[in-house]
C-alpha cells in the first residue's frame, strides 16, 4: 500500500472537565466549549491510549497520532524512531480558575508508582494570563519534611507548607518531578512528560459537583514520590537568543523538551531536519511554507513538523507569537 506524505499537520483540541477549571479557553481556541461545565483543560497534542490527537485537515484528516507513529515512525520521528513507542509529550492549556488540588507527579525511575507503559512527569507552564486572585504555588518552604507535611494534612493547613508567588503573563515555571505544586486564576500553556500519573496530596476540603463527594487522595503515594529539596521554585530566566529583526528565547531546556519562544512580523524559520518539532501559535497567525504550499497557523492552534520536513519558513501575517518544542536529545 502506498503511505500518503507526511506534511505539517494540525490536531483537534481535546477538551476536558476539570471542577477547577473555567471558560476561558473560548478566547484562546476556535473550537466551541462542550455544554457549560468547567472546562480546565485542553489537550492540543495527545498521545494517550485513550485520548489520542486527530488531524484535523488535509489528506491525512481524522488519522490520529498513534497511528501517525506506527505506520510512519521514521518519516515522523527521525533519529527517535526507535526511542519511543509513543509520542513522548503532551501539550495542553490550563485554564486554572479555581485553586487545584497540591499534587506531585512521580520520575521515571520511580517504577512503583507508574503503571506499566507509562513515565514519570516531569512538567512546565508559561504563563499566558491572570487575574487578581493568580497564585503560583511551586516547592515546599524549606524546612518541610515528611512528618510535618502529614501534620499540615490532618490540621488544613497545607497551604503554609507551599512556597508561593504572585505571576505574570510571559512567566515560565519548570516543575521537575517530585516537585509539590497547583496554581489558580491563571491562564497556562503546559508542555510535560506524556503521563498522566498524578497523586493528589490535599484538595482544600471541597467537594465535586458532579459527584457530591470529595475526590479521593493519595497521600502516601504523593509523600513517596516527593523531592523535598525542591523548595523556592520561581519563574525561570529565559535566555535571549541572538537573531536578526525578531525576538527569539529559549524557557526550557531538560531531559524531557525545549521550548523556545518567538514574536515576529518578519519570516524566520522553524523546524529541523531528522527530528519532529511542535510549533503553537499564542496570539496572531502565520503561514508555515513546505513542498511549496503555505499551511496556516492560527491563535490556539498546534502543528506537527514531522522529522520529513525539516526546516520550514514561517511568514507571520501580522505579528505572531509562537513556541517551538523540541524533544531533547540526551543521547
Known sequence: MNKKPLYPVKF????QYRLWGGRRLSKLLSKPLPDEDPVGEAWLLSDRKEFSSKIIAGD????????LMKDYPEELMGKFKNRFDHFPLLLKFLDCKEVLSVQVHPSD?????????DTGKTEAWVVLDTEKKSRIYAGLVPGTNADNLKAAIQENSVGEMLHSFIPKPGDGIFIHSGTVHTLKGTLVFEVQENSDVTFRLYDWDRTDAKTGKPRPLQVDEAIACIDFTQVNIGPVKPLKLKVSGYKKERFFNNDHFILWRTESEEIFKAGKSGEPRILVCIEGSCAVKFNGADFQLIKGEVMLLPSSCGVCD???FSKVDLFEIAITDRS
Open 60 to 67: 491525512l484528516k481524522d488519522q490520529t497520532i498513534a497511528q
Open 109 to 117: 525511575h520511580q517504577k512503583k508508582y507508574i503503571p506499566v507503559g
Open 314 to 316: 514561517v511568514q507571520p
Open 12 to 15: 483537534d483540541p481535546i477538551y
